[in-house]
């Protein structure tokens, strides 16, 4: 369980998402101190591919804490950053105190108001998901110049890594949230489809460019369990459960693993520029 939408009707994934969305603000601290950034490699792709530098302006939908945002800064883009949560926005504000070219504004990217003056590059790192569907992909394109670049960043979790302790790990879920599938396995990198439907068949951009970067992260129990945390699946848990679950991936890691374990992400840019 990370930070998937289960699915289900229009209107239950409307108000699934809108729940869920919400949740990543109770503890910006944890949120700031536990979420991973993103690899330099990454923004070489970036800057290669859309306009991130000196004199490019950038609309960032969902900064968080900044995790992407400080890349963008030190590369010398003017960024506008739009973050949902207020305490979220204040401690991405407090990162980027620094960046006199940086600005974060909090509320939801679905009613802020647009700036006469186009972007260069809207990105969302690992956000763009939890805008409302209607209208993520339009306002970004309205957002931006002609010919410039929408990037979206999605974050998988994949095999490798600890794999063992991953497959053991589902017996805790399976125990103390009913709601998760039985013998369910993370999925490796070449299952995982690059699927660009949603931006293709608006027919404002043009075909997308994706590239792809992994990386693997050691967490000590106590890390880890902080990680979890971070998760809006975990979050919203009932308490009791939330502590079961949290408990038995604790015994699991001390005492077959160490107090260690290791693991294994796929961060995938997808970059499509809007048509002149």
Same mark, same amino acid.
């Given at each position: 369980?990370?930070?998937?939408? /289960? ?30 950034s993103y690899p330099a490699r990454l923004f070489d792709d970036l800057a290669e591919l ?38 979220? #926005? ?58 410039? #670049? ?22 805790c879920y399976e125990r103390w949230d009913p709601a998760t599938e039985a013998g369910l ?77 290791? /693991? ?13």
């Amino acid at each position: 369980m990370t930070d998937q939408l /289960k699915g289900g009707s229009a209107q239950e994934e409307r108000s699934e998402r809108e729940a869920l969305r919400l949740t990543f603000g109770r503890d910006a601290e944890r949120y700031d101190r536990m979420r991973p950034s993103y690899p330099a490699r990454l923004f070489d792709d970036l800057a290669e591919l859309a306009c991130i530098g000196p004199s490019c302006r950038v609309l960032e939908i969902g900064v968080g804490t900044g995790q992407a945002t400080l890349a963008l800064a030190e590369r010398g883009c003017q960024v506008v950053g739009v973050e949902l949560s207020p305490r979220l #926005a204040a401690v991405a504000r407090r990162n980027l105190n620094a960046f006199p070219n940086v600005r974060i504004a909090a509320g939801a990217f679905e009613d802020w108001t647009l700036p006469n003056e186009p972007f260069d590059t809207v990105l969302s790192a690992t956000a763009f998901h939890w805008i409302d569907p209607e209208v993520r992909v339009g306002k970004a394109a309205d957002a931006l110049r002609p010919g410039g #670049a929408l990037a979206t960043i999605d974050t998988h979790h994949v095999a490798g890594g600890s794999e063992e302790f991953f497959a053991e790990v589902q017996d805790c879920y399976e125990r103390w949230d009913p709601a998760t599938e039985a013998g369910l396995r993370l999925p490796t990198v070449a299952s995982i489809p690059s699927n660009s439907e949603e931006i293709d068949q608006t027919g404002r951009f043009e075909p997308a460019v994706v590239r792809r970067h992994e990386r693997e992260i050691g967490y000590s129990t106590t890390e880890y369990r902080d990680l979890l945390l971070t998760y809006s699946g975990h979050i919203v848990m009932e308490p009791a459960a939330r502590e079961g679950l949290l408990s038995c991936i604790q015994r699991l890691m001390d005492s077959r693993y160490g107090g260690r374990i290791t /693991k294994r992400y796929l961060i995938e840019l997808r970059v499509t520029n809007k048509g002149r």
